[in-house]
């Protein structure tokens, strides 16, 4: 007999001229970003919205038509390996404006990250990524302190070379929107206290990149009292931008040197770039069990010639 179980309702929204299928009933269905606060706090997954409540949205025009910034993401995980990479290598893949941050002379950082947004307000989708620390953009010589800061997650400015998403919205926002190299594909997020295991699949199916690992030991944080930022440089047309994302930081835990983290490089785009950029140790794994985010429109910014 066939089964019972129906594929959730979806319905047609439309981005910049793109048609998109979203859940029916869901958050971006019924509030098309501008989400009902307390609605989200009845949500038994979400532990509180007050973050939110300081950070008022504003309407923008973009490329995928006019939108409520920031995008916020009320319950997400996320794991972060940072590896060590010749800085030789990394400058291959960036752009010339763009300088890679190094912790030692001709050594910088790379990361592969995975991400898990149960609650967002364009639903629930799982994304990785493989990206460069580089120096701020407007940036002349880098102090010290800003060097322990992108290392304590504290702030970090980055270059992304992959990110795909699992969901289709994501996809169009993300690369119309903010200029992302985004495209959709099968990908597994899961991440609670005891472990964090991740897959993202090629185009034929099998495995593009895999990982699985104990979570380190998580310390919570009061609501607020932790917010870390990254800012991600694109180029949208032909001119540079600047994409802020903050991160209210509820439960985290880091390893040091990790001697227990398998990641399986296999066949696809991601597992590509990130032997392009040949990683020699992995010095940093950081899990988020529990966080919000809130992920602002790109703007534009001007970038050193070099």
């Not at 979203?22 to 958050?27: A, D, E, S, T």
Request: charged content about 25%; glycine content about 8%; some cysteine.
């Amino acid at each position: 007999m066939p089964s019972s179980q129906s594929q959730p309702e979806t319905v047609e929204v439309d981005l910049g001229g793109r048609s998109v299928t979203v859940p029916k009933g869901g958050l971006y269905d019924r509030y098309r970003m501008d989400t009902d606060l307390d609605a989200v706090a009845r949500d038994p997954r979400v532990s509180g919205v007050d973050f939110f409540r300081k950070l008022p949205k504003t309407k923008v025009d973009s490329p995928i038509g006019e939108t409520l910034t920031p995008n916020f993401y009320y319950r997400i995980s996320t794991a972060r390996l940072t590896m060590l990479a010749p800085a030789r290598a990394i400058r291959t893949r960036l752009p010339r404006e763009l300088a890679p941050l190094e912790v030692a002379p001709g050594l910088g950082l790379v990361s592969a990250m995975f991400f898990r947004y149960d609650v967002c307000d364009i639903d629930f989708y799982t994304e990785a990524t493989i990206g460069i620390a580089v120096k701020p953009a407007r940036h002349g010589r880098l102090g010290f302190f800003d060097l322990v800061a992108a290392l304590k997650n504290d702030h970090l400015d980055a270059y992304v070379l992959s990110l795909p998403v699992s969901s289709e919205i994501a996809q169009v926002r993300g690369h119309d929107g903010y200029g992302f190299p985004k495209w959709v594909t099968g990908l597994d997020v899961d991440i609670d206290a005891r472990r964090t295991t991740a897959r993202v699949a090629d185009d034929s199916g099998g495995t593009d990149l895999a990982l699985s690992a104990p979570t380190p030991a998580q310390t919570v944080h009061p609501s607020g009292k932790r917010v870390s930022t990254l800012t991600s440089y694109t180029t949208i047309g032909d001119a540079w931008h600047s994409t802020l994302s903050q991160t209210n930081v509820l439960a985290s835990g880091t390893s040091l040197m990790p001697r227990d983290v398998e990641l399986e490089v296999g066949q696809g785009r991601m597992a590509d770039d990130l032997r392009s950029l040949k990683p020699m140790r992995t010095i940093q794994f950081d899990v988020v069990t529990e966080g919000q985010l809130a992920l602002h429109m790109p703007v534009p910014t001007s970038v050193r010639t070099r």
